[in-house]
């Protein structure tokens, strides 16, 4: 089997207007900074070439914190928050 890690919940009530299912690259479940990670930016070129339509996008020329959103076939909105 795989390997079982940490997850962490967050209920925010009023501050997004649909459902949204968040990952921040970079951090741990204790939101504290991870020694290797693949940055936000990069991701983000991998889903365009895949053809992922973004909702939001990260410059790409920038180093500091960054996100974008897409949203998926069911229709919900899916945001990459990089804090590092």
Do not use: C, Y
Not at 49 to 57: K, R
């Amino acid at each position: 089997m795989g390997s079982h890690r940490d997850h962490a919940i967050g209920l925010f009530q009023g501050m997004f207007e649909k459902n949204i299912l968040t990952f921040n690259p970079g951090w741990n479940s204790d939101a504290q900074q991870l020694e290797e990670f693949t940055d936000v930016r990069e991701l983000q070129r991998q889903l365009k070439a895949s053809g992922v339509s973004m909702l939001t996008e990260a410059d790409e020329n920038s180093t500091d914190p960054a996100g974008f959103m897409v949203v998926d076939a069911d229709g919900n909105t899916i945001m990459l928050d990089q804090h590092v």
